[in-house]
């Protein structure tokens, strides 16, 4: 379950918060108890940032920026599917996988996305794009001036902004669900230690190791 509180519907006054329940959910489900979107999701992102109506619009209108982006929503899809993947976010990667389906992508370059370095089936854009976008999540912003020569031979200066702010955007959303177990990320830690057998003690590893003959 998320690392903080959903916020029933009976607790909730913002219009806009209500409006989200409504579109997203249906007006007779409280989401905060009947869990559950169309996308199979758990839809707890929306009950847990319902907790601050002022967090919760400044995401919202985050989304609206696709309605006058210029940035072919292809290209947005890889950064953003690509950003959830290199951050590890199972629900973001997840959710942006259907989207890209749901742009008519071949299956292939859906399934592509995490070893897209080795595949054959991107176009140059394409490629340009998923490079800089490892190049913003797992290079920290630090994007080669190969790869932004080459994404400007592509793109607009206007959406290579575009692509650069949503990518970053999405980036931020997978950290944040990760953090307090959102959605799909509500999930074990990764890495744990696997226990030693029964018996094993306090042997001492590094001495069986670097001992001689």
Known sequence: MPRLREVPRSEVTDERILHFYDRLFGPDRDPAVDHGTATGSPGDWWTVFAQCPDVFQHAVRGFALYRNCSLDP????????????????????????????????????????????????????????????????????????????????????????QLTYITCMYDMHATIAKALHLEFDDRPEPVVEVAAPEGYGGRDIAEDLAGGR
């Open 74 to 161: 292809v290209l947005r899809e890889l950064g953003q599917c690509r950003a959830g993947w290199a951050r590890g976010s199972q629900f973001v990667f997840s959710q942006h996988c259907k989207q890209m389906r749901a742009l008519g992508l071949p299956e292939e370059k859906i399934t592509a996305i995490p070893s897209w370095q080795v595949a054959d089936c991107y176009s140059a854009p394409e490629r340009a794009v998923l490079a800089h976008t490892d190049a913003l999540v797992l290079g920290g912003g630090r994007v080669p001036d190969a790869v932004f020569t080459e994404l400007a031979e592509h793109l607009a200066e206007e959406e290579i902004l």
